[in-house]
């Protein structure tokens, strides 16, 4: 648990929210899942899969938002998947930021607009920390509120 927070608010190497959800788990089991239920892992496992998938659909949300194609949304999300599995964290956000960039480049020709999908693309991942490092923050408070209640 304590790892899951720490990789969600310092090191967002580690997939945070996974880890809370785990940590959860664990001590659901080791008490005979009388403290921690069923229903408190699936509303943890819900919010940690928002959590997860955050920087695909903020993302995907914030570029359509910018008035980017659709072309350069989903490009982003798969140069960010990419991103990810070649050069981890860095890594989604230059694939993310590469998928954009190519179809705008292409379609429009205009470097301001390209520079500003850019941007938003930059922007759109700092949101999604925001989201995970918050939504971290509410497993955490939802697990010590169901363990000091009983």
């Known amino acids: 648990m304590f790892l899951g927070l720490v990789s969600v608010v310092i090191l967002p190497i580690l997939p945070g929210a996974a880890l809370i959800w785990l940590g959860a788990l664990l001590y659901a089991s080791m008490t005979d899942f009388v403290v921690i239920g069923w229903g408190t892992l699936a509303v943890l496992g819900a919010i940690a899969l928002i959590a997860m998938t955050s920087d695909i659909w903020v993302g ?44 705008e480049w292409q379609r429009w020709r205009d470097r301001k607009f390209v520079l500003d999908v850019s941007w938003r693309t930059i922007k759109n ?6 989201i995970q490092v918050s939504l971290g923050l509410v497993m955490v408070t939802i697990f010590l509120v169901r363990v000091i209640t009983g």
Do not use: C, E, H, K
């Not at 991942?125 to 925001?130: D, F």
């Open 125 to 130: 991942w700092l949101v999604s920390i925001a």
């Open 60 to 103: 995907a949300l914030g570029q359509r938002r910018g008035g980017a194609s659709i072309w350069a949304t989903i490009f982003s999300m798969i140069g960010g998947i990419i991103g990810l599995l070649i050069l981890n964290i860095p890594g989604m956000l230059i694939g993310s930021i590469i998928g954009a960039l190519l179809p």
